[in-house]
């Protein structure tokens, strides 16, 4: 399908494809592991359930499924030449606790839309056609990655990460809070370890990774925009930290003699914030606390704390831990205490592919109907020129696929601007939009593709 004949449907046919993925983000909701909040977690039996959903669905619009060595739930809709490479869209449908419905699930399932669209499927149900062929000269791949919150065993991105052959086999030994292990949960999901090679792709079989995803901060809908451009997506560091004091009695220990690992922790804590404000783009959370006793009565000898560490770019983001650093070593002389940390996460900047970031400002541009005032507030300053570019502070799948393959993607407003809370949200109105913006942005990137292996 051309742009052209994309820009022809008519808007009702988007907003119907809004009201689906809408609906199924409700149905998907509603598999969890905590009745009245929503957890789904890495090769759980929430997991495998909401996989044959998105199967089914994926099958609906003529996709050839089935589940890689990782967990991944794949469809394929392959080209007219069966060794073409594919376009990859997607997100992932695992969730932190006490979730909201839309981070990541959302974008798994406009990406369906988009190729029910691709296709002129605009009716539902479509039916299913195994004969089904991609309109352009590459194929389209659905992926539902399966970890990409890392909620379970505490390493993210482990589904893309096994698709980008980047996996680290001492991952199998992690365990979860429960004790079982990364190997022992994927062995009783029915997936073989030994296999997960296979889930492997290689740079050759991908034109390129289009995500679409609720911003996860309140940039959009301060604006009063519906849509951005990504440019690239933070980089990471992740530590466990540990502050060395002396436990004593708490009545009998004067505070001259105190060597409180909590308070040297705090302090630490609130110098995280302190230097990290002060920057651009450069973003320090504590999110784990733990003070050892833990007794009431007794003046805490250890403190346990996390810190998540995350920056545009991978120099200020180190040069911002080496001074928090230097802080701490100041904090714990002051107060005769000691400190180590263990680095458990090291993720670099992924920057999103000129010609992707080209193609989804393109897809915003070519969304605005004429004549629909309302449109309009896809961008802020109303130029169809300007669509608004974001850095995401938030990691995604496509930090994993980076490795392979060019990325791009598509942010929709959050009213508010929460995440990874059941406050999160996106409008039927914007996700509409959004629809609409992939499908022209795949379509552009189509007809760039041939274009491109015409005149090689």
Not at 32 to 43: D, F, K, M
Not at 162 to 180: F, K, Q, R, Y
Not at 443 to 450: K, V
């Amino acid at each position: 399908m051309t742009a052209a004949r994309l820009s022809a449907l008519e808007p009702a046919i988007f907003e119907l494809a809004a009201r689906r993925v809408m609906a199924r983000c409700d149905e998907l909701a509603r598999i969890t592991s905590t009745p009245g909040a929503i957890t789904r977690v890495h090769l759980s039996p929430e997991h495998a359930r909401v996989n044959r959903l998105a199967a089914e669905w994926m099958r609906e619009v003529g996709l050839q499924t089935r589940q890689d060595a990782a967990g991944n739930q794949l469809g394929l809709l392959p080209a007219a030449d069966p060794d073409a490479p594919v376009l990859m869209l997607g997100s992932h449908l695992d969730t932190v606790v006490n979730a909201g419905r839309y981070d990541g699930v959302v974008g798994v399932l406009m990406a369906i839309e988009v190729v029910r669209l691709l296709q002129r499927r605009v009716d539902s149900p479509a039916r299913a056609d195994a004969n089904a062929r991609s309109p352009f000269d590459f194929g389209m791949e659905v992926a539902a990655f399966s970890d990409e919150e890392g909620a379970r065993f505490g390493k993210a991105l482990l589904g893309s990460s096994a698709v980008a052959g980047t996996w680290d086999d001492a991952w199998w030994e992690l365990e979860d809070s429960d004790g079982t292990t990364l190997r022992e949960a994927a062995l009783e999901f029915g997936l073989d370890p030994g296999r997960i090679a296979g889930a492997a792709r290689r740079p050759d079989e991908l034109v390129g990774y289009l995500e679409a995803h609720i911003e996860q901060g309140p940039e959009l809908h301060a604006r009063g925009e519906s849509l951005a451009v990504v440019s690239s997506i933070a980089s990471a560091r992740r530590f466990q930290l540990v502050v060395e004091g002396e436990a004593r009695h708490a009545g009998g220990t004067p505070y001259d003699m105190r060597r409180d690992a909590l308070l040297g922790a705090s302090e630490a804590a609130l110098a995280v914030e302190r230097i990290c404000s002060a920057q651009h783009h450069i973003i320090g959370t504590v999110g784990q606390f733990e003070a050892f006793p833990g007794a009431m009565n007794v003046v805490p000898g250890e403190a346990k704390f996390s810190l998540d560490l995350r920056g545009e770019f991978d120099g200020e983001r180190d040069r911002v831990w080496d001074q928090i650093s230097r802080e701490l070593d100041a904090i714990m002389g002051r107060r005769r205490l000691r400190w180590h940390t263990r680095e458990v996460h090291n993720a670099p900047a992924l920057f999103c592919a000129p010609l992707l970031q080209d193609v989804v400002s393109e897809g915003i541009r070519s969304s605005l109907v004429p004549g629909r005032a309302a449109d309009r507030s896809i961008l802020g300053s109303g130029r169809p020129e300007d669509p608004t570019t974001l850095f995401s502070p938030a990691g995604h799948d496509g930090m994993a696929i980076g490795a392979i393959t060019d990325v791009g993607m598509l942010f929709m407003r959050n009213p508010d601007g929460v995440s990874h809370h059941p406050d999160e949200a996106v409008s039927l109105g914007d996700v509409a939009l959004g629809i609409r913006a992939l499908a022209e942005a795949v379509a552009h990137l189509g007809a760039e593709h041939r274009s491109t292996q015409g005149a090689s």
